[in-house]
Nanobody, 120 residues
Framework: QVQLVESGGGLVQPGGSLRLSCAAS????????MGWYRRAPGRSRVQVAA???????TYADPGKGRFAISRDNAKNTVYLQMTSLKPDDTGVYYC??????????????WGQGTQVTVSS
């Protein structure tokens, strides 16, 4: 069982930056694919970025060049650095630990989310 707690959200002006953190407990996350997802108001949750256990990263098009996902397995924490933020980046950001491919379908965990609002 993995518990995930996001932090670092808040209100920021367009063009600003935020760094989200996802602290894991209960189990080590080194073997999980870690992802950040966003649920914008009135829309479905979509993946923003992901990082494999080996450190390979993928980004959804809106965040390419502006967002950077990283992981510190020693601290059992994943980060999302967001720069040049736009109003369209507004939403609740969720952290995900996905171990389904290697450990089974039940190894899929979500945090409670942190609100990011980009507005002047």
């Amino acid at each position: 069982q993995v518990q995930l707690v996001e932090s670092g959200g808040g209100l920021v002006q367009p063009g600003g930056s935020l760094r989200l953190s996802c602290a894991a407990s209960g189990s080590r996350i080194s073997d999980y694919v870690m992802g950040w997802y966003r649920r914008a108001p009135g829309r479905s949750r979509v993946q923003v970025a992901a990082i494999t256990s080996g450190g390979s990263t993928t980004y959804a098009d809106p965040g390419k060049g502006r967002f950077a996902i990283s992981r510190d397995n020693a601290k059992n924490t994943v980060y999302l650095q967001m720069t040049s933020l736009k109003p369209d980046d507004t939403g609740v950001y969720y952290c995900n630990a996905d171990g389904r491919a290697t450990m089974g379908p039940e190894y899929d965990y979500w945090g409670q989310g942190t609100q990011v609002t980009v507005s002047s």
